[in-house]
């Protein structure tokens, strides 16, 4: 039983990539984001296809209470919420730390919200209660 068991060791050990040279099964750093066509072999000559990433923004649109409504793009790598619809201006507001929801303020506006649910505030005018379409 003894010489079975170490002719299979270096098979097993073959068949393990190496992580301390920076893969794990021919997949690195700069390869995690891609995939390949073909038959699926990661260390095949099949060529890569990059994976589409999730998009940077996120619209929506909001009909408040007081009939008013407005557009946001919410861009999750800047971390800031651009609205279009308040008058002529296009706003920009910075994301703030949220227990939950959204929270983005700036130039004395205001959004904040969770789900569909949002609170509008311009400066000097009471919140409106708004809601995504």
């Given at each position: 039983m003894r010489p079975l068991f170490l002719a299979l060791v270096p098979l097993a050990l073959a068949a393990c990539d190496s992580v301390e040279d920076g893969t794990v099964n021919?997949?690195?750093?700069?390869?995690?984001?891609?995939?390949?066509?073909?038959?699926?072999?990661?260390?095949?000559?099949?060529?890569?296809?990059?994976?589409?990433?999730?998009?940077?923004?996120?619209?929506?649109?909001?009909?408040?209470?007081?009939?008013?409504?407005?557009?946001?793009?919410?861009?999750?790598?800047?971390?800031?919420?651009?609205?279009?619809?308040?008058?002529?201006?296009?706003?920009?507001?910075?994301?703030?730390?949220?227990?939950?929801?959204?929270?983005y303020q700036g130039s004395g506006y205001e959004l904040r919200g969770k789900g569909e649910e949002a609170m509008f505030t311009a400066p000097g005018a009471a919140p409106v209660s708004c809601r995504a379409d």
């Open positions: 021919g997949t690195t750093a700069d390869n995690a984001g891609a995939t390949m066509a073909g038959s699926g072999s990661a260390t095949g000559g099949d060529s890569m296809i990059p994976v589409t990433p999730p998009p940077e923004t996120t619209k929506a649109s909001y009909r408040c209470e007081n009939n008013s409504r407005f557009d946001v793009a919410f861009d999750d790598r800047s971390n800031v919420a651009t609205i279009s619809g308040v008058g002529d201006r296009q706003l920009v507001l910075n994301g703030q730390p949220a227990a939950s929801g959204i929270w």
